[in-house]
Nanobody, 123 residues
Framework: VQLVESGGGLVQAGSSLRLSCAAS????????MGWYRQAPGKQRELVAE????????NYADSVKGRFTISRDNAKNTMYLQMNSLKSEDTAVYYC?????????????????WGQGTQVTVSS
């Protein structure tokens, strides 16, 4: 599985951006996907995700009501619509996917990450 993010940039506070994550490879084995971010000097944190089996979504409290995760199955692409951006949203945003396989020894899960896309929000 390969993940490629795009859509980052420099914007002013209050603006919007849409990030994209294009998945390729054995995408049919992906069981969950989401967006994480890492600000300078901070740990990587979950921003939004589809829960296992894409049955639901989960958002960090800091982005609820402002960010929306979505996907286009036909294009194997996941999106993150970010509205009302704040300076504290400045970070490198990463696409994440979990690939699940079942063998005779049981369930195996593998994590994949994109290269990241920089989002900078000026106040």
């Amino acid at each position: 599985v390969q993940l490629v993010e795009s859509g980052g940039g420099l914007v002013q506070a209050g603006s919007s951006l849409r990030l994209s994550c294009a998945a390729s490879g054995s995408t049919y084995t992906i069981s969950a996907m989401g967006w994480y971010r890492q600000a300078p000097g901070k740990q990587r944190e979950l921003v939004a995700e589809f829960t296992e089996g894409y049955e639901g979504t989960n958002y960090a409290d800091s982005v609820k009501g402002r960010f929306t995760i979505s996907r286009d199955n036909a294009k194997n692409t996941m999106y993150l619509q970010m509205n009302s951006l704040k300076s504290e949203d400045t970070a490198v945003y990463y696409c994440h996917a979990v690939r699940a396989t079942v063998t005779t020894s049981g369930l195996h899960e593998y994590n994949y990450w994109g290269q990241g896309t920089q989002v900078t929000v000026s106040s």
